[in-house]
């Protein structure tokens, strides 16, 4: 028996569930899961999703607080580790997480996950307690626009509602006046927000990467409210509670820029930016590539022509990607000849220096 509690527009299951290793499917609803780096728009997509669709807003930050305020038994084990200067247990997120999304609004309506997983051990967690998802998506953009994303992000200390001085303002100067930046939204926290969450999405991609959908952030956040919309209203699963919302329309596509189309690798001509040109028939390399700077990532096959190590020592690969060289991390090394190109890798980088 799970029962709930309400703390400020967010139920919260208290019971027996953590002794229990798996979630049957009879009581689950659908599931939505929407990550990205810091400052890449995840909460506020997921509450614009949670609006169009009538779909519960499962927001990890929100239960873990009223855990704390309500002096739960979770509450308690994560005060604990806050105190202790560390952070939440991945096994305690995800138990967090497992006694809000069998309550009977997220099994009837459907919910979206917000920024969960967040590493492996927080998926291998969701995976064993039997946690399905009807559609991952992965947002990403530039380092720049985050930094810049997050120096002028501001959250209200009423409501705890972020917004945004230049993208998300609010709509009244009343709660313009008292917005205050958070101590995590300083330069050198900035810095560590997205040095830490790079070191944990490489390893992460590996597991989830061919199950989700990588969606371009670095544009309005109508725009990504749009494109996310249609394509959950394409699975059918959620079409009987889409709730329409301006400039989205239930066909066709969302109209993409030249600009977009290039940020998100669609351009069509020389090959677009990003991408590996393989021509027909051209010989793969038999490795697994991960090409991650911590903020945009993708896993693909390569040309063993296109390969040229930088360091058996850094496993880190020099790819020529359309004639310019990129910097990717191996991810499995299949091939032993491919140490064979550490000789030529060298002779390229010095000519490089040069």
């Not at 022509?305 to 850094?314: E, L, W």
């Not at 690969?317 to 030529?344: A, D, G, H």
Request: charged letters at 25%.
């Amino acid at each position: 028996m799970v029962s709930s509690f309400l703390w400020p527009g967010v139920a919260f299951g208290l019971g027996n569930t953590s002794r229990r290793t798996c979630i049957c499917r009879a009581e689950q609803g659908p599931g939505l899961v929407v990550l990205g780096p810091p400052g890449s728009g995840k909460s506020h997509l997921c509450k614009q999703l949670a609006e169009r669709f009538g779909i519960v807003h499962v927001a990890t930050d929100d239960l873990i607080r009223a855990h704390l305020k309500y002096h739960t038994e979770i509450g308690e084990q994560a005060e604990k580790s806050l105190a202790a200067g560390g952070r939440v247990p991945d096994s305690l997120m995800i138990q967090v997480v497992k006694n809000r999304i069998i309550l009977q609004d997220c099994v009837d309506k459907g919910y979206v996950l917000d920024g969960i997983p967040q590493n492996i051990f927080q998926e291998q967690f969701l995976s064993e307690a039997g946690i399905t998802f009807v559609r991952i998506f992965m947002l990403h953009a530039k380092r720049n626009v985050l930094e810049k994303r997050l120096h002028y992000r501001r959250v209200d200390p009423e409501d705890g509602e972020i917004y945004n001085l230049l993208y998300l303002p609010p709509m009244s100067r009343e709660v313009t006046d008292r917005l205050e930046q958070q101590e995590e939204d300083d330069e050198e926290q900035i810095m560590e927000q997205l040095a830490n969450y790079g070191q944990e999405v490489s390893a992460l991609w590996e597991l989830i990467g061919p199950r989700s959908i990588a969606i371009n952030a670095d544009r309005s956040p109508a725009d990504v409210v749009k494109e996310v919309s249609l394509m959950i209203e394409a699975t059918g699963v959620f079409d009987g509670k889409l709730i329409k919302g301006d400039g989205v329309e239930s066909n066709g596509t969302p109209e993409q820029t030249a600009e977009d189309a290039e940020s998100n690798g669609t351009s069509k001509g020389n090959g677009a930016r990003g991408t590996v040109t393989i021509a027909p028939g051209a010989e793969k390399a038999p490795i697994t590539l991960i090409r991650c700077d911590g903020y945009m990532c993708e896993r693909e096959s390569v040309q063993s022509s296109d390969i040229k190590f930088r360091g058996a020592a850094t496993e880190q690969v020099m790819l020529v990607w359309n004639e310019r060289p990129r910097n990717v991390l191996l991810l499995v090394k299949k091939s032993r000849e491919i140490m064979s190109t550490m000789l030529e890798a060298a002779t390229y980088l010095t000519q490089v220096e040069q």
